[in-house]
């Protein structure tokens, strides 16, 4: 329970500690499935070193021979994980439990006995067991039961800690002021349920409009999309009355962009869900009922694998890659005077700027409010600099940007501050690309939509492949897009 795993953003916001009149403001945050799969795999570990330790008793008494070590080593495992299938039927593991979570030596004491019983019992049956002493068996579970006591208690001292802290609390923030508001408002200061309130936000200014003057205002819709931007938001109630539906699908828009679970707390008509593109599912907070209509990205383990996968194929990718990198940048220098390396600030995780590294390729290097797409026959890109940026070589330093965790391998491309002004304003959903970190390639990519956007419409295209890599995300989605790349991602006619 060692390990700090903040959902999405967490780093942002305030001290810990409750805000004027119950809005608080929180600084990272724990994942309560991260944590609950990391206890129940601590208590594998556990149940398996019982086994383990009965294995080393029975061998030092001599009761074991040599040949026996590795069946009681594969039984104690087999134990460990039928136990732990009982647990997760108990309900030990659920998130929304885990800082109840049960530590009676009696209960445990039961499972335990129940698992390594029915697992000695087949290996009985199939003539495995005879092979073990007869105190084998009370001494496996014994020790298991000692151990998985102390991982619990362990357990459930850091998660009452980290309970107290509001480590494990979803901050909500909640757009409207009226009575369906206010509901909402006293349901979670009453019973917050595992619900951190970080502020309520409108931006009617017509003190008539508002029904109710004990919600402390924290700021309008833009203060809002900052603070989401900011990472101390995982999810954004939207209170207004049925009768909004035209003003509710504008706002659900404007936030689409932030990486937050969006759910409405009123009846909307069946146009409106026909015009988003989430999956929309029934929830509840307390007695108040929400229409979900958009999940929040990349949440839980997913960040954690995503990270693990990026840390470990850069790094092997970036000592591979030294002698070509170092060729590559030999003949920059030999083909024309400048730098080898190519800054440009990006647009990264909630729009926050970065610099991105590449290769350089042109006789220039624009950044800021002047940056023109390369074009064909392009005079600014050098002889070397046609060759790096047909074979995507120019991309290789951005392995740099992932290891500082700017970027990851997959993802959607960044693109020039002053493109993503100009085309924030002219797609509806482009801004949405920003709610994961920008990656080396991506599902656009391999989908042939790289390079210069002459239209519009591709740009269109492109982001559309990225929405659908952001809604459709899992591990396999991207090791598939990095097999894919080299064959359909580097070099492309579009690249020069």
Not at 102 to 109: K, L, N, S, V, Y
Not at 179 to 189: N, W
Not at 350 to 378: C, I, P, W, Y
């Amino acid at each position: 329970m060692g390990l700090e795993v903040p959902m999405d953003g967490g780093k942002a916001g305030a001290s810990d500690g409750d805000g004027p009149q119950g809005v608080s403001h929180v600084g990272t945050r724990w994942s309560r499935r991260v944590a609950a799969d990391l206890i129940g795999f601590a208590d594998v570990l556990a149940i398996a070193g019982g086994g383990a330790i009965a294995t080393l008793v029975q061998f030092t008494l001599d009761q074991l021979a040599t040949d026996q070590l590795a069946p009681a080593i594969q039984l104690s495992l087999l134990s460990a994980a039928v136990a732990h299938f009982i647990l997760l039927q108990l309900g030990d593991y659920r998130s929304d439990r885990i800082t109840v979570l049960p530590a009676g030596p009696g209960r445990i004491g039961l499972v335990l006995f129940s698992a390594f019983s029915c697992v000695f019992s087949v290996a009985l049956t199939l003539g495995l067991g005879s092979q073990f002493p007869a105190s084998w068996l009370p001494i496996a579970v014994g020790a298991s039961i000692g151990l998985v006591a102390i991982v619990r208690f362990i357990a459930r001292s850091i998660l009452a800690h980290g309970a107290d802290r509001g480590l494990f609390d979803t901050s909500l923030a909640v757009y409207g002021t009226g009575r369906i508001a206010l509901k909402l408002y006293e349901h979670v200061r009453s019973d917050p349920g595992g619900l951190r309130l970080v502020g309520i936000y409108d931006d009617r200014q017509d003190q008539q409009r508002m029904e109710s003057r004990e919600l402390p205002v924290a700021g309008s819709l833009r203060d809002l999309i900052e603070a989401g931007r900011a990472g101390s938001i995982d999810e954004i109630v939207i209170a207004l009355p049925q009768s909004a539906e035209r003003r509710i699908s504008d706002i659900v828009r404007k936030l689409e962009q932030l990486p937050v679970r969006i759910r409405i707390c009123t009846h909307i008509s069946s146009d409106l869900v026909d015009a988003l593109p989430s999956r929309h599912r029934v929830s509840n907070i307390g007695p108040l009922g929400l229409l979900d209509v958009k999940s929040k990205p990349l949440k839980d383990w997913a960040p954690v694998l995503k990270r693990i996968v990026d840390l470990g194929i850069a790094t092997i990718a970036l000592v591979v890659a030294s002698p070509l990198m170092l060729a590559v940048a030999v003949a920059i220098r030999l083909d024309s005077p400048g730098a080898v390396f190519f800054r440009q600030q990006r647009h990264g995780l909630n729009h926050r700027e970065f610099d991105v590294l590449k290769f350089r390729s042109m006789t220039v290097a624009e950044s800021g409010a002047a940056v023109r797409q390369a074009t064909r026959g392009d005079a600014r890109v050098t002889r070397i600099g046609r060759f790096i940026r047909r074979t995507s070589l120019d991309e290789l330093p951005q392995l740099i940007n992932v290891l500082k965790g700017d970027m990851s391998l997959v993802g959607p491309r960044p693109h020039a501050l002053v493109h993503n002004e100009y085309y924030g304003e002219m797609l509806e959903r482009y801004a949405n690309r920003h709610q994961v970190k920008p990656g080396i390639t991506g599902w656009a990519q391999v989908n042939g939509f790289r390079g210069e956007t002459r239209t519009p419409q591709e740009m269109q295209a492109r982001v559309e492949h990225d929405l659908y890599y952001i809604d459709n995300w899992s591990l396999w989605l991207d090791l598939r897009i990095l097999a894919l790349t080299p064959m359909h991602g580097m070099a492309h006619q579009n690249a020069y």
